[in-house]
């Protein structure tokens, strides 16, 4: 069976766990903090933070911006859950704007266009869905115009890069135009650490309140604490919670990243020869991957294409696992009866998801593999 997305671990990642579990620190030690370093100068970003998973990193990126009871936060509705989810465990309300149909991620006009018809929305969760940070400047420029934050889902970008207006290179999650950025390190991620999150940003301020939220609000600082009653001694000013990731996890999330930016041009390549092929079958339109922007970190192989459940069935019977990324939130039962969402509410989205499908696509798949998910997809709309 090929799936849409699979890990790879080697002899370096599985020493460097056993390592770990032989050391004096289970969870939280100096291998979490080891793995933060090398984050942050990977993303080349001045602080991260590494957490339990990427949905942790996004619920408390929300808490330190500022999200409570019934603050709005605007997304796309084609995303993860835990995207519109951890707003929702902040107490605020996701608001969804639609997509662009070639890009497949937020359309920076028509957010424009939301946000100047609803000036109470306080922040925007811009979504990197596949890889694709075409939108980031644009987006910056609206909240910058607005006066909202913006935090970069990141989940699906790790190590992409991008050249800006000016043309300086920019790394994904260096925050230069974002006040965060979060990751997943789930095993169909560019990288992974089993379960594994993290955050990245360049404020100092937000970097504390990450650090005490991530361990229950506890504060062991003597400067920041009202009573000093000993070495024991840490207060709780507001609520946190165990978000923490374990050493070894952080360990192989050390190793992983050293073959990052190695996996990532395996996955260009990959992508470049979909694309070629795809070029010349009408019933296929990919998701638009701009010559500029040849660097970016692809995670999913998003298409568009005709008869998806057919096609998803018959690579399914010739061992070909595809997968779709994703059913619009706001059509899940529970954002329908709780934010009163309809069909129709984001035409973009909706007609996307009818057609979209995410090809096989990590590191290792072999060239033979895809020459076979490209001729059994050649083979089905010729039936069709
Ligand atoms: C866009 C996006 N955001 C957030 C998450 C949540 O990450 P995790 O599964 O590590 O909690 C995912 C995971 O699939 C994702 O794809």
Not at 204 to 209: C, G, K, L, N
Not at 351 to 377: F, G, H, M, N
């Amino acid at each position: 069976m090929i799936n849409y997305g699979k890990q790879s671990i080697d002899q370096d990642d599985i020493s460097a766990v056993v390592e770990t579990l032989k050391s004096d620190w289970l969870t939280q030690g100096p291998k979490v903090e080891e793995f933060e370093n090398c984050l942050a100068d990977y993303c080349n970003v001045k602080y991260a933070i590494a957490v339990s998973n990427g949905t942790a990193a996004l619920h408390l990126a929300n808490l330190a911006l500022g999200v409570t009871k019934k603050t709005k936060v605007v997304t796309t509705p084609i995303t993860f859950l835990a995207t519109a989810n951890s707003v929702v465990y902040a107490g605020g309300d996701p608001i969804f704007s639609d997509i662009s149909n070639k890009t497949f991620t937020l359309d920076p006009a028509k957010l424009e266009e939301q946000i100047k018809n609803d000036q109470s929305i306080r922040g925007i969760i811009n979504v990197h869905l596949g890889g694709n940070t075409s939108n980031i400047e644009e987006i910056n420029k609206i909240a910058d115009k607005y006066n909202l934050w913006v935090i970069e889902d990141s989940c699906h970008a790790l190590g992409g890069t991008w050249k800006d207006k000016n043309g300086i290179l920019r790394k994904v999650g260096d925050c230069s135009f974002s006040d965060i950025a979060t990751f997943s390190f789930h095993p169909v991620k560019q990288i992974t650490t089993g379960e594994g999150g993290a955050i990245t940003t360049n404020n100092r301020e937000i970097y504390e309140r990450l650090i005490t939220l991530r361990t229950h609000g506890m504060i062991k600082d003597s400067s920041l604490i009202n009573n000093n009653e000993g070495g024991w001694y840490y207060e709780m000013q507001e609520l946190g919670y165990n978000y923490r990731i374990t050493d070894f996890q952080a360990a192989l999330g050390i190793e992983q990243l050293k073959k990052s930016d190695k996996w990532q041009k395996m996955r260009r390549h990959i992508v470049s020869v979909y694309d070629q092929e795809f070029d010349f079958l009408d019933q296929i339109t990919p998701q638009n991957h701009p010559d500029q922007n040849l660097n970016f970190s692809y995670h999913l192989y998003i298409i568009q294409c005709e008869k998806r459940l057919e096609l998803y069935n018959y690579l399914k019977e010739n061992k070909i696992n595809t997968q779709v990324h994703y059913i619009p939130i706001h059509q899940q039962p529970y954002y329908k009866n709780k934010f009163g969402y309809e069909v129709g509410d984001f035409p973009n989205a909706e007609s996307y998801y009818e057609k979209a499908l995410s090809l096989p696509l990590y590191p290792t798949l072999t060239e033979v593999e895809q020459e076979r998910i490209i001729s059994i997809i050649r083979e089905f709309y010729e039936k069709n």
